[in-house]
């Protein structure tokens, strides 16, 4: 009876988020001997070199782990991008480069752009390019300001 009710409950649990885990992103150990070399403030600041995108080297190899977790790393980069100018330039010169520089690695099938319209903030577009050279726009993401009251 018990297998009965688990067997005739399992496409709610699905519905409900309750079923069996989707594959997560392939996420590999730090090197437990290394260690951060103590950060010095300057000027009150910390370096950027203290600032982490993951916590982990992260690969990202589907679409549903991009879909699912790249938003957030590039909410992250956007916002220190607004606190640190170095950070932005590099940033938007080469997007899919400054995250692998933090430990954030992409396929090649993928790219990300960055539209930066006057007057507007800046938008980072990611892209699924298919062997054919086709785009296929994935998501986009540009941080908007809201106040309220």
């Known amino acids: 009876m018990a297998f009965a009710l688990k067997w005739a409950m399992a496409p709610f649990r699905l519905l409900f988020g309750r079923g069996p885990k989707s594959a997560t992103p392939e996420i590999l150990p730090a090197d437990p001997a290394w260690t951060a070399p103590p950060a010095e403030p300057v000027d009150g600041h910390l370096p950027a070199e203290e600032f982490v995108l993951v916590e982990r080297i992260t690969r990202l190899m589907t679409l549903d782990e991009i879909e699912r977790h790249l938003p957030d790393i590039l909410g992250r980069a956007l ?71």
Do not use: C, N
């Not at 993928?110 to 892209?127: L, N, S, T």
């Open 79 to 149: 916002a220190r991008g607004w606190i640190d100018k170095p950070f932005q330039a590099a940033f938007m010169d080469d997007p899919k480069q400054m995250l692998s520089t933090y430990d954030v690695h992409l396929p090649d099938a993928v790219e990300i752009e960055v539209e930066a319209e006057p007057g507007k903030r800046p938008r980072i577009v990611v892209y699924q390019v298919s062997l054919g050279g086709r785009k296929r726009r994935l998501l986009y993401l540009q941080l908007v300001m809201m106040a309220g009251r």
